[in-house]
Structure formats: structure tokens, C-alpha cells
């Protein structure tokens, strides 16, 4: 029937899912961060990179700037933890304004408990690792997640080049996903740009986060476009 037909378009086709765009504020000017976030308002989410100068070789913002983005826009706040032990600080970063917290496998020893937290401050669980980091590590948590975050770049800074083997691990990831039934998103960050979106998005991303790309010379709202336009 017709509505069979549909679904299996909408399950099938990479183009027929609907792709989440999530700038990152790391690339924004800070100075005008409320202009910022209102030039991304049409966006799905805005994504916090929080950097703690330990888990990664770089130091961006903490609480006080989610706190202002929170105030400053509806978006749904995304945040990735690149901070060590990050279970020390989950409550801080809800009470601070986070919809999703998204930690990394490599920061605790104790990941199960860190998305069972997330998820009893009644926020969005979200898990990650490296490049350089096994699939498998994910494999325990991910029942238990709503996002599974695919790093294409090592984290710490913004503006670096995607590295290409990061298409056959969102594969692999779509393909757990689905054969668990999990509607979780799974999300792409590092290097993606108008150039890549539409290759990352095949692979099976349905969530891409993007710095460099969307918040650009001619404005966030030009990048943004720019992406979109990529993934028709
Ligand atoms: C990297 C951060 C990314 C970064 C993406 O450590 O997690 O979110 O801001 O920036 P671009 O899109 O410029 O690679
Ligand atoms: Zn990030």
C-alpha cells in the first residue's frame, strides 16, 4: 500500500531523513553571541563545546557561557563534554541550561553510570569517542542513549579536516542502530562542511554539527543555507 511505500522511502533513503543541522558556537564571535544564536535560530539545535584544557589540548568556555546561550535562545542546547570525569559536573551543566549532555567514553571510568546520570537530570543522553577509539567501546551504552556521537576529527579545536575513514564507522553505527530499532540521533562533528554533508548524511547521520561552516565570513545564516542546499 501507499503508507508502506512511504516508510520505506523515509527509512531508506538518506535524502527522505530528516537531517538536524547543529552549529557550533565554538566558531561564533563571542562578543555577539546573542546576534549569533539568533542568526542560527532556523537551526535544529546549537552545539555547546565545552573544553576543560585536560581531556583535550585546548581550554573553550564553561557554565557561565551556556548559562548566556540558554537565556539568549529557545534552541535546544546541545552539549559535548571534552572535560575529564565529566560525571562531576553533569548537574551543574542541566541546572546551567542543557537539553542533551554528550560525554565521551575516554573521560570516565564509569560511562554506564554517566548516561544513567544524564538521564536521571531528565536530560538527553548522548555518548562519543575519538577517532582513534574502538566502535566497540559504544556497544554497552548504547541501548541506554539517545545520540550517538561520531567524532570525524580529534577534539580540541575547531576548523580541522574531516578524516575520511569516519564514514565507514557512522556506517557501522547506522547499522547497530538499526538492527536494535534505536531512534537514536546519530550525530557527526569535525570537518563536515557544504562539501561532505550530503556523503556523512548517506552514510546514515541523521545530526550534524558544524563550526567553521555555518558561521563563516558572509554570516551563519548564509552557512546555514549553504548546508541545506547540500543536503536537497
Ligand atoms: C571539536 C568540536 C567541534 C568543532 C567543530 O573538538 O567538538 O564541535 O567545534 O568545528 P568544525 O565544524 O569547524 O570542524
Ligand atoms: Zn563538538
Redesign the pocket.
Known amino acids: 500500500m501507499g503508507n508502506a511505500k512511504l516508510l520505506r522511502v523515509t527509512a531508506d533513503t538518506p535524502e527522505a531523513r530528516r537531517v538536524k543541522l547543529a552549529p557550533?558556537i565554538?566558531?561564533s564571535d563571542f562578543a555577539r553571541l546573542g546576534d549569533e544564536l539568533r542568526a542560527i535560530e532556523s537551526a535544529d539545535w546549537a552545539?555547546v563545546?565545552v573544553?576543560d584544557g585536560q581531556f583535550?589540548p585546548n581550554i573553550s568556555f564553561g557554565l557561565p557561557i551556556l548559562a548566556a546561550a540558554r537565556a539568549a535562545s529557545p534552541l535546544f542546547m546541545d552539549v559535548?563534554l571534552?572535560i575529564e570525569r565529566p560525571e562531576r559536573y553533569l548537574r551543574d551543566f542541566a541546572d546551567a541550561g542543557a537539553d542533551g549532555l554528550t560525554v565521551h567514553v575516554e573521560s570516565t571510568a564509569h560511562i554506564h553510570r554517566a548516561v544513567q546520570q544524564i538521564r536521571e537530570l531528565g536530560k538527553k543522553a548522548g555518548v562519543t569517542l575519538n577517532p582513534g577509539t574502538p566502535l566497540e567501546t559504544l556497544r554497552p551504552v548504547l541501548a541506554d542513549v539517545d545520540l550517538v556521537l561520531i567524532?570525524s576529527?580529534n577534539?580540541?579545536?575547531?576548523?580541522?579536516k574531516f578524516i575520511p575513514h569516519s564514514l565507514e564507522r557512522i556506517r557501522t553505527v547506522r547499522r547497530w542502530l538499526d538492527e536494535t530499532g534505536s531512534a537514536a540521533e546519530l550525530q557527526v562533528?569535525?570537518?563536515?562542511s557544504a562539501t561532505n554533508a550530503r556523503a556523512v548524511v548517506a552514510a546514515g547521520a541523521s545530526n550534524l554539527?558544524?563550526?567553521?561552516?555555518v558561521f563563516g565570513k558572509d554570516g551563519a545564516q548564509a552557512g546555514l543555507e549553504r548546508l541545506r542546499e547540500a543536503l536537497k
Open positions: 557550533s565554538l566558531a552545539h563545546d573544553m583535550v559535548h571534552m567524532m576529527v577534539p580540541g579545536f575547531g576548523g580541522q562533528d569535525g570537518g563536515v554539527v558544524a563550526g567553521s561552516a
